[in-house]
C-alpha cells in the first residue's frame, strides 16, 4: 500500500494562505505594540538541555515536552513547549541586566499532546515579561499590556479574571496535607468540584473552619462583591491569606486606573500553573472563545536556578486563537509584470521600472509563462510597454500600449 506522505500527525497542522498572511500580519502588529510598551524581544532556541526547559515548571510541562539525546554531548534535550523558562534564562545568565527588563517573544512551541480535543500541538505563542520588579505596578503593567494586546488584534468585548495563589497556598498549608493529597486538592480545585473537595478533605484531618475556607474557593468568583464576600469568608485565615487579598485588591484598582472601561471579575480558585506561579494570576476571556485568550501572572525567583533570582510577571497567548473569528483580510493588490521581449535595452529598463515600483512599496508580480493569469496572483493593475516607457494601467483597461 502507498504511504501517504503527505499525512501530518494528529494535532499538528500547516498555516496556508491567506491564513498564513493573516497570523503573520497579527504577529507583527502585537510585537509592534510591545515594543511600543519598551519590551526588547528575543529569539529563544528551539532545542536546549531538557533540565534548563523544565526548572520550576512542575510535571505537566515535563509531560508535555518532546525528549531527545544529544548525539554531541549525551544530555537530554527538550523542544520548548513553552517560552517562559527560556525567557526566565534569557534575563538572568545571558543579559545578567541589572533593574527592570522588559522581554518579548513571538515564536512557535511543539507539544507532546494537545491541552484539548481541538487544540494545536504546534501553538504560536507571543509573550511578554518583565523582570526586577516586585512591586504591584509591574503586574499592573503586565495585565494592561494584555488587554492592550487584545484590543489591537480586534478583540473588543472581553474581560480578565485575575486570582492569586497566595490564597490557596495558606489555606493548603494550614490544612497540613501531604504532597499527594494537596495536588489532588488543587486538580479539584481546577475543576471547581466542591463534591470532589469535601470528599477529600473529610479523609483527611482537616480542622474544620480550614475546611469551610478551603471549600468556599470556588464559589468566591465575581465582580467586585467577591473581594469583601472573601475577607468575611476568609477572616480566620492566615495573614499570608490576607496579605494575598490586598495585594489582588491592589493590583485590581491599579489596572483600573489605567483603563477605567477595563471587565474586571475575580476567581479566587484560579490556580493555573501552580507549581509555577507565586502571586496574582490572571486570564482573559472574549465573546465566542471557549478558552481564555491570554493568560499569565507573578512567577518569582524562576531565575534562582540560573544563578539569579529575580522577581518576575508576564503573560502570553496563542496567535492562532487570537486569529479566530477575525476576517482575512484582502491581499495587497499588485501589478502583474509580463516579461518583454528580449531586447536587451527593453529588458534592461523593464528591470529597472520593476525594481523602482517595489522601492515605491509596490507588490509585483513578473511573469512566468504567457499564460499565467494575473488575477489568480492577486494583481489588479498591469505593468505595459509605453512609447519608450513603461506605464501602470488598470487590468480592466490593458492595451498593447
Not at 538541555?49 to 518532546?66: E, K, M, P, V
Not at 505596578?137 to 486570582?163: K, N, Q, R, Y
Not at 498549608?173 to 501531604?178: F, G, H, I, T
Not at 502571586?279 to 531565575?303: H, L
Request: net charge negative; with cysteine.
Amino acid at each position: 500500500m502507498q504511504t501517504k506522505r503527505w499525512l501530518l500527525p494528529d494535532g499538528v497542522e500547516e498555516i496556508l494562505p491567506p491564513e498564513a498572511r493573516r497570523i503573520e500580519l497579527l504577529r507583527r502588529s502585537v510585537l509592534d505594540l510591545f515594543e511600543s510598551w519598551g519590551y526588547q524581544l528575543v529569539i529563544p532556541p528551539l532545542i536546549e538541555y531538557l533540565d534548563s526547559l523544565l526548572i520550576g515548571q512542575g510535571t505537566d510541562l515535563d509531560l508535555q515536552t518532546f525528549k531527545v539525546i544529544d548525539q554531541v554531548s549525551g544530555r537530554m534535550l527538550g523542544i520548548r513547549a513553552d517560552l517562559t523558562s527560556q525567557s526566565a534564562r534569557i534575563d538572568a545568565h545571558s543579559l545578567k541586566a541589572s533593574g527592570v527588563v522588559r522581554l518579548c517573544y513571538a515564536d512557535t512551541a511543539l507539544r507532546a499532546r494537545p491541552e484539548g480535543a481541538l487544540a494545536s500541538r504546534t501553538p504560536m505563542v507571543v509573550g511578554a515579561e518583565i523582570y526586577g520588579d516586585a512591586s504591584g505596578e509591574s503586574d499592573a503593567e503586565v495585565i494592561s499590556l494584555a488587554a492592550s494586546m487584545l484590543e489591537t488584534v480586534g478583540i473588543e468585548s472581553f474581560h480578565l479574571e485575575l486570582g492569586h495563589m497566595g490564597i490557596f497556598r495558606g489555606l493548603a498549608d494550614v490544612a497540613n496535607l501531604d504532597s499527594e493529597a494537596e495536588q489532588e486538592l488543587f486538580e479539584a480545585m481546577q475543576r471547581k468540584s466542591v463534591a470532589d473537595i469535601d470528599q477529600l478533605l473529610a479523609g483527611a484531618a482537616v480542622p474544620a473552619d480550614v475546611r469551610d475556607m478551603i471549600r468556599s474557593l470556588p464559589d468566591l468568583m465575581g465582580d467586585g462583591d467577591v473581594m469583601a464576600r472573601a475577607k468575611a469568608l476568609l477572616a480566620s485565615a492566615p495573614e499570608g491569606v490576607h496579605l494575598a487579598l490586598r495585594e489582588l485588591g491592589s493590583i485590581a484598582e491599579r489596572v483600573l486606573v489605567r483603563r477605567p472601561s477595563l471587565a474586571v471579575r475575580y476567581d479566587l480558585a484560579e490556580l493555573r500553573g501552580y507549581h509555577y506561579h507565586t502571586g496574582v494570576v490572571f486570564a482573559a476571556y472574549a465573546d465566542g472563545y471557549g478558552e481564555a485568550v491570554a493568560r499569565g501572572g507573578r512567577y518569582d525567583d524562576i531565575g534562582s536556578a540560573f544563578g539569579r533570582a529575580r522577581p518576575a510577571t508576564g503573560f502570553d497567548a496563542y496567535l492562532t486563537v487570537l486569529a479566530r473569528g477575525r476576517e482575512a483580510s484582502a491581499p495587497r493588490a499588485g501589478v502583474f509584470a509580463p516579461l518583454p521581449a528580449q531586447e536587451p535595452a527593453a529588458t534592461s529598463a523593464f528591470w529597472r521600472e520593476v525594481d523602482a515600483l517595489r522601492v515605491r512599496g509596490e507588490r509585483v508580480v513578473c511573469a512566468l509563462r504567457e499564460d499565467e493569469d494575473p488575477r489568480q496572483s492577486g494583481c489588479d493593475r498591469i505593468l505595459l510597454r509605453h512609447g519608450d516607457g513603461w506605464q501602470v494601467q488598470p487590468l480592466e483597461d490593458e492595451t498593447d500600449g
